[in-house]
């Protein structure tokens, strides 16, 4: 068996990334401010004999750890970040949360980062053991949720000599992933009026919240004329204060505009800018804008996921059991049956409303419903060929954002998916590794995909990563 001895490598250090996986899923931390979980990566990394690079493209929380010598570069990326308000209990199928308001690791990224590492190692010690050439380089990328740090990286250069990049996302269902998501950029747009008594002198007072609501009214009306895959949201970050009877001097509204890839999502933002602008006229009131992230779409690669997908049919399904069948039963009991049905649909599987937890591997191409989602690694994907994983860890239909899917961050069932989508990776790596012809093959395939269009950093020229941001969203 070709890929035996690499996840034998893989089961190695399976307790001790399990064991991280748990730890930063007990520090969840927001946005560019994932300290103490980078910190956890960068110690496991040098731990493991990796060099250590802390602070990657001058942002504080990025941590890169490479290892071996000459030949082809492997990068792993995985990330850390966790999500405002979702605390909760481990392993409880209601609602409670550990700290009231609190952070929680409600997208699974404390098993994206263990997982992603652990693939790393083993390739480090497959390359080590059998004194090739060969080097793997794991990426530890903050900020995924909201702050896109993957395209700061790649716009500083730190993937320019990498070769193929691989990554995995914790879902429902195992086997590679759909590589379609959506371009996006999150802009802060904020008015500024003039404060003046509501009542004793309103027509002294110019008022910013107006200007809000009417960019919100104006860019809803934009909606029966986008392309049917673009997507607007909005968030009110500062509303100018709580005294009705103060007129309101400023406001902030953050909108997160989508569409199919930049070429569509260029004209979409001038509207959202001009929309603004119109509503600063109509209130007398000015605005300024700041772009706090921006991603590009997916870039698939053919070569790479057939491949992947051959190293997971060659692995199985996970095998989880009746414990976590169980287990996995009282989550689902809490979902709706619209949330399951979605996971099949996305996953485009025939609904089995019956079914605990993944037992199978998702046919490859077999696209259902999805990519109407945003990434980071989207941008890595436009510059190297890249391929992700879907790693079964939690009840089927658990929708990503929620305290269901924080509650099963430290369950058996995910330490085994994680484990299991890791010899996935660290397979695909070895592949790559292996057969120069293939990273030939997926190189060439990036360039058809890409040539008449070549990559251009969706971030505007001096936008720089939002460390300091104070409010954080949601997710990609
Ligand atoms: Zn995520």
């Not at 392309?227 to 309101?248: C, E, K, M, T």
């Not at 979409?268 to 119109?278: K, N, P």
């Not at 979902?335 to 998702?362: F, H, M, S, T, V």
Request: net charge negative.
């Amino acid at each position: 068996m070709k890929n035996e001895e690499i996840w034998q490598l893989v089961d190695a250090r399976r307790d001790l990334m399990i064991a991280l996986s748990d730890r930063v899923w007990g520090m969840p931390e927001l946005c560019y401010s994932e300290h103490r979980s980078a910190a956890e990566h960068a110690a496991m990394l040098e731990r493991e004999g990796f060099r250590v690079t802390r602070g990657a493209a001058g942002i504080p929380t990025a941590v890169i750890g490479e290892a071996g010598v000459g030949g082809l570069v492997i990068a792993i990326l995985g990330e850390f970040d966790a999500l405002p308000g979702l605390s909760q209990e481990a392993g409880v199928a209601e609602r409670r949360p550990v700290e009231a308001g609190g952070n929680g690791h409600g997208c699974g990224h404390n098993l994206l980062g263990a997982g992603a590492l652990l693939a790393a190692t083993a390739v480090k010690d497959y390359l080590a053991e059998r004194r090739l050439p060969g080097r793997v380089r794991y990426y530890g990328c903050p900020a995924e949720e909201g702050g896109a740090a993957k395209g700061f990286l790649v716009r500083s250069g730190a993937f320019q000599d990498v070769d193929v990049a691989i990554s995995w996302h914790p879902a429902s269902f195992s086997g590679v992933k759909d590589p379609r998501s959506l371009a996006n950029t999150r802009i802060d747009f904020t008015f500024t009026g003039r404060s003046a008594h509501a009542a004793g002198a309103p027509h002294l007072g110019r008022s910013a919240l107006d200007a809000v609501e009417l960019m919100n009214v104006g860019v809803n009306y934009m909606r029966e004329h986008m392309p049917s895959r673009a997507r607007v949201h909005y968030a009110l970050l500062d509303a100018g204060g709580i005294a009705p009877n103060v007129v309101q001097a400023r406001a902030t509204v953050r909108y997160l505009i989508r569409a199919g890839d930049l070429a569509e999502l260029k004209p979409l933002v001038e509207w959202v800018r001009t929309v603004a602008q119109g509503a600063a006229l109509m209130t007398q009131t000015t605005v300024e804008t700041r772009v706090v992230s921006a991603v590009s779409n997916l870039v698939g690669n053919e070569p790479l996921e057939r491949v992947m997908h051959e190293v997971f049919l060659s692995l199985g399904p996970p095998q989880f059991d009746e414990e976590d069948r169980a287990i996995a039963a009282m989550f689902r009991a809490t979902l709706r049956g619209d949330d399951i049905a979605e996971a099949y649909a996305k996953a485009g599987l025939p609904l089995d409303p019956d079914k605990e937890l993944c037992d199978l591997i998702l046919p490859l191409g077999g696209r259902g419903a999805g990519g109407m989602g945003s990434t980071d690694v989207a941008d890595v994907s436009w510059v190297v060929p890249t391929v992700q994983a879907s790693g079964a860890t939690c009840a089927i239909g658990t929708p990503f954002h929620t305290w269901q899917l924080t509650a099963q961050g430290k369950t058996a069932a995910a330490h085994k998916g994680m484990v299991h989508t890791a010899k996935a990776m660290a397979g695909t790596a070895l592949a790559a590794l292996r057969d120069p012809a293939l990273v030939a093959d997926a190189k060439a395939d990036l360039r058809r995909r890409t040539g008449d269009q070549p990559y251009v950093c969706p971030l505007p020229p001096g936008v720089e990563p939002a460390l300091n941001m104070s409010v954080v969203q949601g997710g990609p």
